[in-house]
């Protein structure tokens, strides 16, 4: 069984539109990330969820919404599309937010915006 | 924030030899730091992480931290193909937030 799954793995799109990005985790873990990684293979965070409340909004455009439902999910939602949106995009995983919990990343969405 | 730089590479070494990553780190407060390993169109994933009060080994791999200089280092012993790839170190900022680096790619050639 997977553990940190994502979906879609591939996502190709026009400027403009908006699309969402969903990641699921049967671990059990309380806290949830999404990272973004770009063409130069920098992963930086974006936002990190522990049991559904926000607890790391980095300085990101609010054209990204994340939203946890629950605890094993973690959704991400995008506005208005733009060309510098292209990367990967990573969810990740935890126990708890406590200090050199291990994070456990799903295997990444592909986003490319026309 | 913190930064955390690494030599982007790539770093060759032949198979069997001992590959040396290493990573600067600009918090001289920082006290946790992590090496994670990226193959080629694949997530990252741990190999291990170590505090300010030593070094670990780990069979292959060893962590090692010099605080005085701010650099933590991996060394992969008996270097084998199979660990080609982008090595990302990264440091704690906060709870379990962590920084990271734009990663060394390592090749290691048969």
């Known amino acids: 069984d997977t553990a940190v799954s994502q979906t879609p793995k591939y996502l190709v799109t026009q400027m403009g539109n908006d699309k969402s990005i969903k990641c699921e985790q049967n671990l059990g873990h309380d806290t949830m990330y999404w990272y973004k990684q770009d063409s130069k293979k920098f992963l930086k965070i974006m936002f990190s969820?522990?049991?559904?409340?926000?607890?790391i909004n980095e300085t990101v455009p609010n054209r990204f919404s994340p939203k946890s439902p629950d605890k094993a999910h973690l959704n991400l939602h995008i506005n208005s599309l733009e060309l510098g949106d292209s990367a990967v995009y990573f969810c990740a995983s935890s126990q708890d937010y406590v200090e050199g919990k291990t994070q456990y990343f799903g295997p990444g969405t592909r986003l490319l915006v026309l | 924030q913190k930064e955390v730089e690494q030599n982007s590479g790539p770093l060759s070494v032949p198979e069997g030899a001992i590959a040396s990553l290493n990573c600067t780190y600009s918090d001289r407060g920082s006290q946790s730091f992590f090496w994670y390993r990226q193959y080629s169109g694949k997530s990252p994933e741990l190999i291990m992480f170590?505090?300010?009060?030593g070094d670990k080994e780990d069979g292959r791999f060893t962590a090692q931290l010099n605080k005085a200089s701010q650099y933590v280092s991996l060394l992969i012993g008996d270097s084998q193909p199979s660990d080609s790839a982008t090595y990302l170190c990264a440091v704690k900022e906060y709870g379990n937030k962590l920084v990271f680096g734009a990663g060394t790619i390592l090749r290691v050639k048969s």
């Open positions: 170590i505090y300010s009060n």
């Open positions: 969820y522990n049991n559904k409340e926000l607890i």
